[in-house]
């Protein structure tokens, strides 16, 4: 099959000037680009172009070409294949923003330049666990990057020093090109002098160095509330660091680290208390004083209570941050074993011990047992 003519392909005469190849040579690379044509055999049409492009851009093998046509002697022209040479003065950005208008680049760039948050900022708090159950109000520092007090975030001398960037002309975005195994390219890239800004400070701040933040020390009153557990976070909006182009500043957690009691041990919203009582008091039942995180309270013990038995103090636990409801207390008994006994004591318990050991007695053991040790 035979050939079609370069100049034909082009849409061009042989007249044409190396600008018009160039030009002919862009438009119909964008309208059969494999990447993005909608047409039928777009990519054989798209090598057609490039192969066309790469002889009569070259001033040598163009005019080898209009004197011998495919056939030129060492000149290769039709044997198939293309160079990539041509790619050099093709940037495929071009395709894009056919389609885009350019929309893309400035996306970014308005991406780069939009309000940001500023950084989050951790702290812990070491409390007592007495604060852990009524909460509590305390003052602390916190170093912060907060806006320059002298610029006002500009990070300039004055506003007179601010000018739009000369490299980029305030869009934020450079191209830069390579080489590539496909030739040279082109790709976009934050401008390097401004940092994306599409600003130039001329004169820098001299109390920021143009950073346009400074690093101050506040003191920020944090509310503890009542019922809080260790290892909870206390999260304070617009607390932590200084945003970016006009974004709100980051917040600051508070790491909650209770420090452990010596009375109470927690277990969710409930506290659990360990009460030693006597003997006697187990073995007859006695009203006993217990402690609770809101002050003593009276607990009846039935006679007979066994050691580790539990009992539970409706309400007497700590404050559920959320539903503010409170959780319980359970008491668990342990009885004592007198270690040292008086004589009366000893004699007392000696006649417990004939009355345990006496099989034939018919009559109930504790109501004997509180006969002789209450005498």
Known sequence: MSKRDYYEILGLDKSASSEEIKKAYRKLAKKYHPDVSTEKDAEKRFKEVQEAYDVLSDSQKKAQYDQFGHQAPGGGFGQGGFSSSGFGDFDFSDIFSSFFGGGQSRSRSARRNAPRKGSDIRKVMNIKFEEAVFGKKEKIKIPVYDECHVC????????????????????????????????????????????????????????????????????????????????????????????????????????????????????????????????????????????????????????????????????????????????????????????????????????????????????????????????
């Not at 008994?333 to 004699?347: A, D, G, I, N």
């Open 152 to 375: 006002h975030g500009t990070g300039a001398k004055s506003k007179s020093d601010i000018k739009t960037c000369t490299r980029c002309n305030g869009n934020g975005t450079v191209i830069m090109e390579e080489q590539t195994i496909f030739g040279r390219t082109r790709t976009q890239a934050t401008c390097p002098t401004c940092g994306g800004t599409g600003k130039e400070i001329k004169n820098k701040c001299p109390n920021c160095n143009g950073e346009g933040v400074e690093r101050v020390t506040k003191t920020v009153e944090v509310k503890v509330p009542a019922g809080i557990d260790n290892n909870q976070h206390i999260r304070l909006a617009g607390y932590g660091n200084k945003g970016q182009n006009g974004g709100p500043n980051g917040d600051l957690y508070i790491l909650i680290k209770v420090n452990p009691s010596d009375k109470y041990i927690r277990q969710g919203d409930d506290l659990i208390v360990t009460q030693p009582i006597t003997f006697s008091q187990a073995a007859l039942g006695d009203e006993i004083k217990v402690p609770t995180v809101y002050g003593d309270v009276m607990l009846k013990v039935p006679a007979g209570t066994q050691s580790e038995s539990k009992f539970r103090l409706k309400s007497k636990g700590m404050i559920n941050v959320r539903t503010k409801q409170k959780g319980d207390q359970h008491v668990i008994v342990t009885v004592v074993t007198p270690k040292k006994l008086s004589s009366e004591q000893k004699r007392l318990f000696e006649e417990l011990a004939k009355i345990e050991d006496d099989p034939d007695d018919n009559k109930g053991f504790w109501h004997k047992f509180k006969t002789n040790f209450t005498k």
